[in-house]
T-cell receptor
């Protein structure tokens, strides 16, 4: 099946520092990847859509300068949380869409805690 | 009104029961329908992917889509304690975005 990995699975950082989260499609090429945020007991909130080789499209209310997304290849997208603050603490999940379908496969998620 | 409505539950059933999970939607442009299972502190896992109306079966899971009623269902036969999770419906009208339901928490007790 289609497998998406995320690294790290859990990260703690200090307020003011930056954190990078990697998302990889392991057995398929993903021209489109997505980044979501999820708060406890809530559904997924789409943050941005990234297409390989082009700038990400951010959802309304998501600060593009704070959440930097780079989709450098057909199997890798990264999310960098810059100048992290405690309110950025959350569960971040990426997904990748199989080319020419609407099937999205999700990574296992990254739990970010900002102290 | 939300584009996708899903009963949050929790839904509690005994092991072996047939579980019915449902979503309704308002956007007639939706054509692609998915069901995901999410365990606590994990990413969602794609269970079923269907296009347009009809039924699709995979093992103990059956997905139904009724576009005329704007209603989709996921049936789980012979439910197991390991099926205890949150089930999310999701749909797309042919754009990049998936629109998710809020999720239904299911608990299957032995």
């Amino acid at each position: 099946g289609a497998v998406v990995s995320q690294h790290p699975s859990w990260v703690i950082c200090k307020s003011g520092t930056s954190v990078k989260i990697e998302c990889r499609s392991l057995d398929f090429q993903a021209t489109t990847m997505f980044w979501y945020r999820q708060f406890p007991k809530q559904s997924l909130m789409l943050m941005a859509t990234s297409n390989e080789g082009s700038k990400a499209t951010y959802e309304q209310g998501v600060e593009k300068d704070k959440f930097l997304i780079n989709h450098a290849s057909l199997t890798l997208s990264t999310l960098t949380v810059t100048s992290a603050h405690p309110e950025d603490s959350s569960f971040y999940i990426c997904s990748a869409r199989i080319h020419r379908t609407y099937e999205q496969y999700f990574g296992p998620g990254t739990r970010l805690t900002v102290t | 009104q939300k584009e996708v409505e899903q009963d949050p539950g929790p839904l509690s059933v005994p092991e072996g029961a047939i579980v019915s999970l449902n979503c309704t939607y308002s956007n007639s442009a939706f054509q692609y329908f998915m069901w995901y299972r999410q365990y606590s502190r994990k990413g969602p896992e794609l269970l079923m992917y269907t296009y347009s109306s009809g039924n699709k079966e995979d093992g103990r899971f059956t997905a139904q889509v009724d576009k005329s009623s704007k209603y989709i269902s996921l049936f789980i036969r012979d439910s197991q304690p390991s099926d205890s999770a949150t089930y999310l419906c999701a749909m797309s009208g042919g754009t990049d975005k998936l629109i998710f339901g809020t999720g239904t928490r299911l608990q299957v007790f032995p």
